[in-house]
């Protein structure tokens, strides 16, 4: 099978592109080597060849200065039989196509199989712009193919040209003609590199290396030969003989270069037209109106995503309930009966439940990604990070990390100051992600009360829900600030951001988007959570005391019968019956290793008007912040009366009572759990992410601590204020 990597600038359509060519084909992975995760799909050529195309990440050029732009240079330079690449698509946005050359400039030099995806021509011609495809594809060499990935046109003859590339192993005829003394100093700096033992490089990777001064490519370099290369780099360096930086001389060349490929195909309309995006841009770039309609658009988000998903919410939980009913009436009473369904059936259910509400917010991030807003919100709050010495750069992985923050964490990969990247790492995970969602539904659901407030036009649950998910993003601010001014301080970076033009979404992609999402989230829960349900159900039912039982099954064996003279009807006797059952299973309950956990920790808990099993909850929800839901719902649906088979986890929280009778769960406790989980480090996949990324176990310990303390210092004032209120 032949591998063809797809590349572009960010903002160039280039994830349209692949969706439209792979479609469902998909699958996501990490690059040899490495942790970058990167998309792969499949498709087939008109001549039947059959192609795995590679999404390498988006980058302007190929002077790797961040981690996510090296994988692009490695991946197309790499020459190993089995993971070579066989052909390149370069996808370009053709209304700013004088910028997009540059990095093809650079792949011509990859000399590899190249053809070009001329893309938004649509845009193009509204603004003015007439492209000679068929002479810029004579000048360059390689095929160029006008296309609108948005609105799948040209598709099939992008398909075509590849097939027709990849069967003749075309090359481009024209590269950029640098200047004869930086030339002798990249064939010198070759040799020089050509040792026993080494690869020699290529010309395009020596170029790198001495013209990217502290690039990634110069910093492989130097620790791959030894420090003395660092010398060897600055000597060849002066030697070119001249008084400007190189990274300027190689531009002038590569821009002189693309002035004469583009004299003669490209004609520009003498007055420029106003276009629709500038006009909207107007509003929602402004200081203050753009700031209102984000906080809009927020509001709208969250809260469609509690009112919309309600009606898919109880199919789902009326399915799991009936399956663990059937379960329960087909298989004896028992250990294992008790596993299955109160453990795997009530457990995954209870997870499986909020995936309406997951699907619905990676549905709202997708339209506003793909109609063009995401960026425009990234350059809203550059003001905001900038004074917090971030850059916009982190409003990209600070927002994915709203859905998971596994991905968000990667994201920052992108971001090539490292103070930066670091900062954004480690308060990536504060902001709310869809595993924290299941929390935030079912106590709202369960104890904020379901009225209007603001003349009736926000309901208090939905403004709840936004409260939740603003609460970490608000305290991001000062601790990254804190950051900043303490173990990462130093110079930020300054921010460079593109404003791509409006677009209707393409529906093709956003719900694409979406099935990947919720596929990937669904995975998640059926390895992690399952396991660990299970885990916690086996402490939460083992040791089985012999004794409790035998006390338990004694004072039923003393209840009064049923009798004619009244002693005790048959409703009584089902009512003391289910009493019974209840106090046996808390016995069995407290007795168990899970339930002795939990009253360990009671003393730690118990400021935050916790109880213990409360506590047992969130220990056993470390895996995951999820596992938190089937945790209560094993938790409680041990003694059968709860009613869990059936679903009915609100009903179970707002039934349990402390030893006294008092309620264990009250609106103050609530807010308590919900700002706990809201700002705790309950994730070990994000804080493995966290080690790799930062290739430390002390920033993961670190970020697990300091948002451990928060969280814990945040739900103690959430419930003293609660208490102080009266709520």
Known sequence: MSRVALIGNPNTGKTTLFNALTGLSQRVGNYPGVTVEHKTGSLALPNGVPVELVDLPGTYSLSAASPDEAIAVDVLFDDNETSRIDGVVAILDASNLRRNLYLVSQLLEAKRPLVIALNMMDVTVTRGIRIDAIRLSSRLGVPVIPISAQRRQGIDDLRVALADTLASSGRGISTVSLPESLRQQVSEL??????????????????RALVDEDGIAEQRLIADRGPEMAGALQHLRAAVGVSKPLSAVESESRYAWIQQIMDGCVEHEEELRSSRSDQVDRVLTHRLAGLLAFVAVSSLVFQGIYTWSAP???????????????VSHLMPEGALRSMVV??????????????????????????MEDCGYMARAALLMDRLLGKL??????????????????????????????RDRFVTILVAPLMSCSARLPVYVLFIGAFIPDRTVLGGWVGLQGLTLLAMYSVGAVVAVPVALFLRLTILRGKSSPFLLELPAYNWPTPRTVLLRVYESCRAFVVRAGSVILTATIVMWALAYYPRSADIGAQYDEARNNLPAVSAEGRMSGEQRDRALKQLRRAKAAAYLEASLLGQAGHFVQPVFEPLGWDWRIGMATLASFPAREIVISALGTI??????????????????????HANGAPVFTIPVALSV??????????MS???????????????????TYMTVLAYAGAWGVYRMGMWLGW
């Open 312 to 326: 898919l919410m109880d199919i789902i939980e009326g399915g799991f309930a009936s399956l663990g009913s059937m």
């Open 190 to 207: 070759i040799q020089q590199t050509a040792s026993e033992g080494h690869r020699p490089l290529t010309a395009p990777e020596a170029l």
């Open 674 to 683: 919900m700002v706990f989980f809201a700002l705790c480090a309950q994730c």
């Open 342 to 367: 109160d453990g795997v059936i009530s457990g995954v259910g209870g997870v499986v439940i909020f995936l309406p509400q997951i699907a619905l917010l990676f549905l709202m991030i997708s339209i």
């Open 636 to 657: 409680y649906s041990l003694g059968g009366d709860q009613d869990e088979t059936s679903g009915d986890m609100h009903l179970g929280l707002k039934n349990a009572t």
């Open 686 to 704: 994000t804080l493995a992410v966290i080690q790799r990324e930062t290739r430390s176990w002390g920033w993961a310990a670190f970020s697990f």
């Open 389 to 418: 010495g971030l850059s916009g750069r982190s409003f990209i992985p600070l927002l994915s990390s709203f859905a998971c923050a596994v991905p968000g964490v990667m994201a920052a990969r992108t971001i090539a100051d490292r």
